[in-house]
């Protein structure tokens, strides 16, 4: 389960991923909103849960989440490395480890949770701009 801050911003993220919203839980009475999303042909085998607490109705400071309310990071075999980063910095998602090996890359969702993308099967070979680019901030 990850906390989440925006939950159209991060089901957004997440789909740009690959993972497509499998259900949806709205609780009034416990204001909060579960949204269960998964891989093609993965519902009900793995899933993850973005669990979005509302804000309180006295109109106080919602709850913030930092790295210690989520956890190290959630990973995802992708089928080709490249093309997936390069859609990712084309809808503006900051790629913090580039996949200059051609196997691992690193981003981090709406709510800065970190995400590593490792490439299905072998490595592919180097490719620019990947090879030459360098980390940016934490992944």
């Given at each position: ?10 089901v957004a993220f997440f789909e740009l991923l690959g993972l497509e919203q499998v259900r949806r839980h709205d609780s009034e009475q416990g204001r909060f909103t579960l949204i269960f999303l998964a891989a093609p042909g993965e519902k009900n085998i ?94």
């Amino acid at each position: 389960m990850l906390r989440v801050s925006d939950p159209d911003a991060s089901v957004a993220f997440f789909e740009l991923l690959g993972l497509e919203q499998v259900r949806r839980h709205d609780s009034e009475q416990g204001r909060f909103t579960l949204i269960f999303l998964a891989a093609p042909g993965e519902k009900n085998i793995a899933e993850v849960e973005l669990t979005y607490n509302w804000p309180p109705e006295d109109g106080s400071t919602p709850e913030q989440y930092g790295g210690g309310r989520n956890f190290g990071h959630l990973a995802y075999a992708v089928d080709d490395i490249y093309a997936l980063c390069q859609k990712l910095v084309d809808a503006g998602v900051t790629i913090n480890r580039p996949p200059r090996d051609g196997h691992m890359a690193f981003v981090r969702s709406p709510d800065n949770i970190s995400v590593e993308l490792l490439q299905k099967g072998e490595r592919l070979s180097a490719q620019e701009p990947w090879a030459s680019m360098e980390n940016i901030g934490e992944w």
